[in-house]
């Protein structure tokens, strides 16, 4: 009588070693780019002024971002309610469309835009677009808004004074900020009745040019900056 024997099938194992390993992530690097996406001041690409706080220089820039965020609030607010806009506030808008539920960062108006009963006229402005803005301003508040550029126009304003019973002129002014550079300029027009001047100011560098002899681009700023806290204060 034969015996059979049965023999137990070997399992092979497979072989991965051909397989690369997964780069695990850089850790550093994503909590450094989440603290860039946190904080847009850490964005290279974004123009963060040069500036002494409390200097005329910080007085003017806040005076401007004022200006910037009470129009774009204002206009974000119509826009929520649904209200209907003035043809004029309507050219500022371009292709902005607010059924697509962001809020307006930007305008470029046709027309110089004031609103509320400043004097200042907005002529365009924007905002970066970031998360932090777009959250803020939905709430009526830019505090964490970072202006990206503006141009605005301070009308001539007439007064009359203590000492003359005509009304003098208070010098209007333009305004440029970051328009095609890192340059913020003040100037007025060639028609002005109280005498040109103007000033760059690098917003990255700080270094100030005045343009005509003679003049301060100091004196220029400080100038400014009272006119803006005098027209929309704090």
Known sequence: MGCSSSSTPSITEPDNSDEQMETPPDEDAQQEEAQQSEDPTTNPDILIPTVEAGSDTDRLLKGIDRQISSTLIDLNTRLRQGETLSDQQETCLGAFDPAVGEQLLAINCEQPLATGDSIIRVDSAAYYNTDTCQTGLAANDTTNCILQSARITVPTEWVI????????????????????????????????????????????SAQSTASLTGQSCATIITTAADRFDALIPL
Do not use: H, K
């Open 161 to 204: 004074g203590e000492e003359s019973p005509l009304p003098q002129p208070i010098a209007g002014m333009e305004i440029y900020y970051a328009i095609d550079s890192t340059n913020l300029r003040i100037e007025n027009s060639d028609e002005a009745l109280t005498g040109l001047f103007r000033c760059d100011l690098d917003l990255a």
